[in-house]
């Protein structure tokens, strides 16, 4: 079996969790930033946020990032169709995140294999999030 390398010196299957192989916290915080970069400025999904406190927006998904990738046993934040119950949200808009993921992984230098991991993870809670389709 071919050894996929994180870095120079980190095989991909030496680090059990997505959490450890995305960097651990900073590294998920990263992604997060990033994302939420690209979403405040992007005029398909920026209105969605135009109410929200920036800083603890991305403060709440960085968390929710840790969770959802293993980094955190428990969530003690609102279930996903809560927090996005009544928002609108179809699945342009989700589609819309999920390259903003990508392209934001891609910058950072992620593999391949990771991005689609989280994307993957993501995915599972898409029927949470979407108002329509």
Avoid at 19 to 35: C, D, K
Avoid at 43 to 72: L, N
Avoid at 86 to 101: A, C, P
Wanted: no cysteine.
């Amino acid at each position: 079996m071919q050894k996929i390398y994180l870095d120079k010196k980190t095989s991909l299957h030496e680090v059990s969790s997505l959490f450890e192989r995305l960097g651990g916290q900073e590294g998920v915080t990263n992604i997060v930033e990033g994302m939420y970069a690209k979403i405040f400025n992007d005029p398909d999904v920026a209105d969605f946020f135009r109410k929200s406190d920036k800083g603890h927006q991305v403060k709440k998904m960085a968390a929710f990032f840790i969770y959802t990738t293993g980094g955190q046993e428990d969530w003690d934040g609102k279930s996903m169709k809560e927090t996005h119950q009544g928002r609108g949200i179809g699945s342009r808009q989700f589609e819309r995140v999920i390259d903003h993921i990508r392209s934001t992984m891609h910058e950072l230098g992620h593999l391949d294999e990771l991005i689609d991991e989280l994307v993957n993870r993501l995915d599972l809670l898409k029927p949470a999030y979407l108002e329509e389709d």
